[in-house]
């Protein structure tokens, strides 16, 4: 049977066209990054590149300058000034976050000084679409936003009746914590999400990046145990090693490590084989995802 | 000013009706717990309770017999035998799930027994509408399902048009583990979720309940490095102490637990405090929620 006359009888018939036998059936995600060229992968800027260092091992997180550049610019120059070295971990909420800082932060007197930068930014809650990085829109919506996808590996949300993007709180995204006031974050305390997307975030909070590798550094901790997941002692709380952007480390310290794009055709036959699973295990492929469902792989380097 | 003087200049001004000095905020969902009767808590049945016992604690289990009937009745036959008894955790994949059962489960001639117990079932995947428990419909729809919302406790799902509905992969659900087939499950192997709401296993795989308590037994557990989140080595292996439904516990042992109702009023009231957040943190109220970051409240029992 010629090619026109079996898409006229699937036409005709209702067939679906996957049930052709003279073509192959849809990619799995393993097909996709198996048939994955070098130009699918990029390698994550140096600067752009954050190490949390911890006794158990290295978090890798990517900064996400075009949705926060001046939180991305204070990370930076703390992160240079070694402000975060020694500092803790000093909550772990179940099904939440993970968030480390200075304990001593409300006490003005003891608390570790920032030395010429602020200690507070105005908040970075949404940016302009128009100058935005590439988006990758997926297709079966949102509980939140009128839109979400994607855009330099990052998972967004977009109204763009407002003209507005911002990035969405999925697991292991990056935040600046804030007390009640907007401008009252400044990346002196961080957290990572460690549970089920916890959307309400979006636009009360400044994301600032994603956890590359290491998450189970920061999920297996235990949780704390006073309100919020804070730790009720101080010999609870995690040391902080040392955070370091990638390029104050010498080269041969660095985590080489490929993220897949997502603004490649690539990235969306990625999203469209976990739309539809057609690995042997699902009955029902599903047919939709939502954005925090979507993987965004990383990989190490290969030289 | 008289009520009626500052309707009316709220109409004319804009103003949100909120801010009239004569009435009081919306509550928050710590208002809504405060402001609860004792109406509005259950006990759940010994008999649908399941405790898990670990070395670090106990988790506990409501299982969900009016969706997955034929599961719960081979999961309390299973636990009463001790059937578990001394099986181990052998998967902890991150961002997924935590799954037990019999390290030998796939040698048929060194597997435990599971003695007048089939060892797989029929798989429940979903249920019919009619005769289903009270639904409370959440009011901003979903990704994955035309309507969503909570029946006796439980995260659901379901499909107007072709009656059904079904539990949802939300954090701290409990599902039995299958190979290929829609049958080859049972309840021999059991599985928690452990990260962002897998729903893309929804009507996959039969999901049997909900963890009430003791998450972080499960969530925090270090991370299999084989495949899949499976342990490569026998020591790395969690050990189950017992599974042992509450009925079959002395009463002393018991976890005296009470779960927020989720057919009444007050649970109407909780939902509408989570999907506009008043709390003084929030500088967006959000106005919306998806399924799985509805909370549904548990606590100490009060005698």
């Given at each position: 049977m010629?090619?026109?006359?079996?898409?006229?009888?699937?036409?005709?018939?209702g067939?679906p066209?996957?049930?052709?036998?003279?073509?192959?059936?849809?990619?799995?995600?393993?097909?996709?990054?198996?048939?994955?060229?070098?130009?699918?992968?990029r390698?994550?800027?140096?600067e752009?590149?954050?190490?949390?260092?911890?006794?158990?091992?290295?978090?890798?997180?990517?900064?996400?300058?075009?949705?926060?550049?001046?939180?991305?610019?204070?990370?930076?120059?703390?992160?240079?000034?070694?402000?975060y070295?020694?500092?803790?971990?000093?909550?772990?909420?179940?099904?939440?976050?993970?968030?480390?800082?200075?304990p001593?932060?409300?006490?003005?007197?003891?608390?570790?000084?920032?030395?010429?930068?602020?200690?507070?930014?105005?908040?970075?809650?949404?940016?302009?679409?128009?100058?935005?990085?590439?988006f990758?829109?997926?297709?079966?919506?949102?509980v939140?936003?009128?839109?979400?996808?994607?855009?330099?590996?990052?998972?967004?949300?977009r109204?763009?009746?407002?003209?507005?993007?911002?990035?969405?709180?999925?697991?292991?995204?990056?935040g600046?914590?804030?007390?009640?006031?907007?401008?009252s974050?400044?990346?002196?305390?961080l957290?990572?999400?460690?549970?089920?997307?916890?959307?309400?975030?979006?636009r009360?909070?400044?994301?600032?990046?994603?956890?590359?590798?290491?998450?189970?550094?920061?999920?297996?901790?235990?949780?704390?145990?006073?309100?919020?997941?804070f730790?009720e002692?101080?010999?609870?709380?995690?040391?902080i090693?040392?955070?370091?952007?990638a390029?104050?480390?010498?080269?041969?310290?660095?985590?080489?490590?490929?993220?897949f794009?997502t603004?490649?055709?690539?990235?969306?036959?990625?999203?469209?084989?976990?739309?539809?699973?057609?690995?042997?295990?699902?009955?029902?492929?599903?047919?939709?995802?939502?954005?925090?469902?979507?993987p965004?792989?990383?990989?190490?380097?290969?030289?």
């Amino acid at each position: 049977m010629n090619r026109s006359l079996a898409v006229a009888l699937v036409l005709l018939l209702g067939l679906p066209t996957t049930a052709r036998a003279d073509e192959a059936p849809p990619p799995t995600m393993a097909d996709v990054l198996e048939a994955s060229t070098p130009a699918d992968w990029r390698r994550p800027a140096p600067e752009d590149t954050l190490y949390l260092e911890l006794a158990t091992g290295r978090v890798v997180i990517e900064l996400a300058a075009a949705f926060a550049p001046k939180h991305v610019a204070q990370i930076r120059a703390l992160a240079n000034a070694k402000y975060y070295d020694g500092l803790a971990i000093v909550r772990v909420q179940e099904n939440y976050v993970v968030q480390w800082g200075d304990p001593d932060a409300a006490d003005a007197e003891k608390r570790r000084s920032t030395g010429d930068q602020p200690r507070t930014l105005a908040a970075e809650f949404a940016r302009p679409i128009e100058g935005a990085p590439a988006f990758a829109r997926l297709a079966d919506g949102d509980v939140y936003a009128p839109e979400v996808g994607h855009s330099q590996g990052f998972p967004v949300a977009r109204d763009p009746k407002q003209g507005t993007t911002w990035l969405a709180h999925c697991y292991g995204m990056l935040g600046a914590g804030r007390d009640d006031a907007a401008d009252s974050g400044g990346g002196t305390e961080l957290y990572v999400v460690i549970g089920h997307a916890p959307r309400h975030l979006d636009r009360n909070v400044t994301l600032v990046g994603r956890v590359l590798t290491g998450m189970e550094h920061l999920s297996t901790l235990p949780r704390g145990s006073a309100a919020m997941g804070f730790h009720e002692k101080a010999e609870q709380r995690v040391p902080i090693r040392a955070i370091r952007l990638a390029n104050e480390v010498p080269a041969a310290e660095r985590s080489a490590l490929e993220v897949f794009r997502t603004d490649t055709a690539a990235f969306q036959r990625l999203v469209e084989s976990r739309r539809n699973r057609r690995e042997p295990w699902f009955l029902d492929p599903t047919g939709r995802i939502d954005l925090c469902n979507v993987p965004v792989p990383v990989r190490a380097a290969k030289d």
